[in-house]
């Protein structure tokens, strides 16, 4: 039981380029969140899904892109990488909605330059 | 939209010394969770609140939600070393989302 597992773990990337933050949860959880740390700023909320087949906007969603592939896996999607998305970014899920705790995964520290 | 506050952003004390960070909701919350995280870790959930007024302690951890369902407070009794890292409160509103506050790092000196 690996909970919640993200790929990969450290990225740098160039100015315009993209890459996709893959996230998978092996808890049979409804729901799944992408979130980007900042120092300072907390945990800030960019995309979830509170079921297979549903995604909505977070807090601060431009620039990103998500697929829910399957009730398992949760994908995040830079398309054109800009230096203010370095950050830390976590997935999390949980087994409903905001009334359950929430299991995070490791995290992708990501640099663009 | 839903705003939650998160004071103080930093704590420095010796161990031994007791710490409390507070969290502080723009509108009421159905409930709120607090997590810690560890330098160079993710966050992990500790205990989640649904009840006015409710108190609930874990060992040297005591939380507490506010009568109005508006504010919560972490307060750890004699702090030792392994209770370093940043403590976040989140909080829900009913949906699918929390709110999470920006955190109080919490660093303490033997």
């Known amino acids: 039981n690996a909970g919640v597992t993200q790929t990969p773990k450290f990225q740098v990337l160039k100015t315009g380029q993209s890459m996709t933050l893959q996230c998978a949860q092996d808890m049979n959880h409804n729901s799944m969140y992408w979130y980007r740390q900042d120092p300072g700023m907390g945990l800030r909320l960019i995309y979830y899904?509170?079921?297979?087949?549903?995604?909505d906007k977070g807090e601060v969603p431009n620039g990103y892109n998500v697929s829910r592939l399957n009730k398992r896996e949760f994908s995040l999607r830079l398309e054109s990488a800009a230096p203010s998305q370095t950050s830390v970014y976590f997935c999390a899920s949980s087994a409903l909605d905001g009334t359950y705790e929430q299991y995070f995964g490791p995290g992708t520290r990501l640099t663009v330059t | 939209g839903q705003q939650v506050m998160q004071i103080p952003q930093y704590q420095h004390v010796q161990e031994g010394e007791d710490f409390t960070t507070y969290c502080n909701s723009s509108?009421?919350?159905?409930?709120i969770q607090w997590y810690k995280q560890r330098p160079g870790g993710h966050p992990v959930f500790l205990i989640q609140l649904v009840k006015s007024g409710e108190v609930k302690k874990q060992k040297r951890l005591t939380f507490q939600f506010g009568e109005a369902k508006k504010n919560s407070s972490l307060h750890i009794t004699a702090t030792q070393t392994t209770d370093v890292g940043t403590y976040f409160c989140?909080?829900?509103?009913?949906?699918?989302?929390?709110?999470f506050g920006k955190g109080t790092m919490l660093l303490v000196s033997p």
């Open positions: 509108t009421t919350l159905s409930n």
């Open positions: 899904s509170a079921s297979e087949g549903t995604t």
């Open positions: 989140a909080g829900g509103s009913g949906y699918s989302t929390l709110t």
